[in-house]
């Protein structure tokens, strides 16, 4: 059982940066590989990034793309999204998920655990 709690969320004008934190219970952590996702006002939720256990793998929705970056720390259980040149689009709450198999899928059903989600909004 993993338990995840995101942080860092917040209000920020356009072409600033915040970066999300998402800390996870258990003594496996490196053993799961890691997501992120994001729920827009009236949109269906949609992946954002994800990175493997070890970190040598990540993977990078086209919308966010050279502007975040996701990372770990397995020594502190944690996994971050560093969220630069922010648009009012990215306006959404944002959800962290761990899964216990291999790989780094985009799917949501891939992913075991979530996190209760961070609101992060863009102004204009």
């Known amino acids: 059982q993993v338990q995840l709690v995101e942080s860092g969320g917040g209000l920020v004008q356009a072409g600033g940066s915040l970066r999300l934190s998402c800390a996870a219970s258990?003594?496996?952590?490196?053993?799961?590989?890691m997501g992120w996702f994001r729920q827009a006002p009236g949109k269906e939720r949609e992946f954002i990034s994800s990175?493997?256990?070890?970190?040598?793998?990540?993977d990078y929705a086209d919308s966010v793309k050279g502007r975040f970056t996701i990372s770990r720390d397995n020594v502190k259980n944690t996994v971050y999204l560093q969220m630069n040149s922010l648009k009012p689009e990215d306006t959404a709450i944002y959800y962290c998920?761990?899964?216990?198999?291999?790989?780094?899928?985009?799917?949501?059903?891939?992913?075991?655990?979530w996190g209760q989600g961070t609101q992060v909004t863009v102004s204009s």
């Open positions: 258990g003594r496996t952590f490196s053993s799961y590989a």
């Open positions: 998920a761990a899964r216990s198999s291999v790989g780094i899928p985009r799917r949501q059903d891939a992913y075991n655990y």
């Open positions: 990175i493997s256990g070890g970190g040598g793998y990540v």
